[in-house]
């Protein structure tokens, strides 16, 4: 029982005090749940990560209910994802009921310019961190600059194209290569050799 409450307020606390949705909150989950309690390793963080981009759901809530699972099971899950998505949940609640009057505010629009500020350099703090702990090999490398050069062009000449769609290719490729290598591995005569 001490672990599902324990899972519960550590989630609910990233939920509520970090702003920027799934990818600001990443550099938090990763300190909160690697660095401090050990949950997880920054592998499986790093894993966790790119499987909760690639499935269903925001990024966040799905990091949360990795990590609960792992350590609670189905109801460690549920935990940790209720304690990711009650604040917000309570939050974005009253600031709809009074959204009009929240923009009337000098003082809440100037505090949420900068906190789009600190938002930016969250993510990018996280992208860095990620780019780190990439493993040091030509394909892996080579996708992170295709990739980066294909947004960096969509970006400039505003072509609309999906990041999911970029994602997706990128896994494409990486699993054709990785097929095509395992049928090369495994067919001695494609090298050049008699199989013996």
């Given at each position: 029982?001490?672990?599902?409450?324990?899972?519960?307020?550590?989630?609910?606390?990233?939920?509520?005090?970090?702003?920027g949705?799934?990818?600001?909150?990443?550099?938090?989950?990763?300190?909160?749940?690697v660095?401090?309690?050990?949950?997880?390793?920054?592998d499986?963080?790093?894993?966790?990560?790119?499987?909760?981009?690639?499935?269903?759901?925001?990024?966040?809530?799905?990091?949360?209910?990795?990590v609960?699972?792992k350590?609670?099971?189905?109801?460690?899950?549920?935990?940790?994802?209720?304690?990711?998505?009650?604040?917000?949940?309570?939050?974005?609640?009253?600031?709809?009921?009074?959204?009009?009057?929240?923009l009337?505010?000098?003082?809440?629009?100037?505090?949420?310019?900068?906190?789009?500020?600190?938002?930016?350099?969250?993510?990018?703090?996280?992208?860095?961190?990620?780019?780190?702990?990439?493993?040091?090999?030509?394909?892996?490398?080579?996708?992170?600059?295709?990739?980066?050069?294909?947004?960096?062009?969509?970006?400039?000449?505003?072509?609309?194209?999906?990041?999911?769609?970029l994602?997706?290719?990128?896994?494409?490729?990486?699993?054709?290569?990785?097929?095509?290598?395992?049928?090369?591995?495994?067919?001695?005569?494609?090298?050049?050799?008699?199989?013996?």
């Open positions: 029982m001490s672990i599902l409450l324990e899972l519960f307020l550590t989630f609910a606390k990233i939920g509520m005090f970090t702003f949705g799934g990818y600001a909150m990443i550099a938090l989950i990763e300190n909160t749940c660095t401090k309690k050990q949950w997880i390793t920054h499986e963080m790093m894993n966790c990560t790119v499987i909760a981009e690639s499935t269903p759901g925001p990024i966040a809530i799905n990091c949360a209910t990795f609960g699972y350590h609670g099971g189905y109801a460690g899950a549920l935990a940790a994802t209720v304690g990711m998505v009650l604040p917000s949940f309570c939050i974005i609640y009253v600031i709809s009921r009074f959204f009009d009057r929240f009337e505010i000098t003082w809440f629009a100037h505090a949420f310019q900068g906190i789009k500020i600190a938002v930016g350099i969250l993510i990018v703090d996280a992208g860095l961190k990620m780019l780190k702990k990439m493993q040091k090999k030509p394909l892996p490398r080579a996708i992170v600059a295709c990739t980066f050069a294909a947004m960096l062009l969509i970006d400039i000449f505003s072509v609309r194209i999906s990041s999911i769609t994602m997706l290719t990128a896994g494409l490729v990486s699993l054709l290569l990785f097929v095509s290598k395992n049928r090369t591995a495994g067919n001695p005569s494609a090298k050049g050799g008699d199989g013996k």
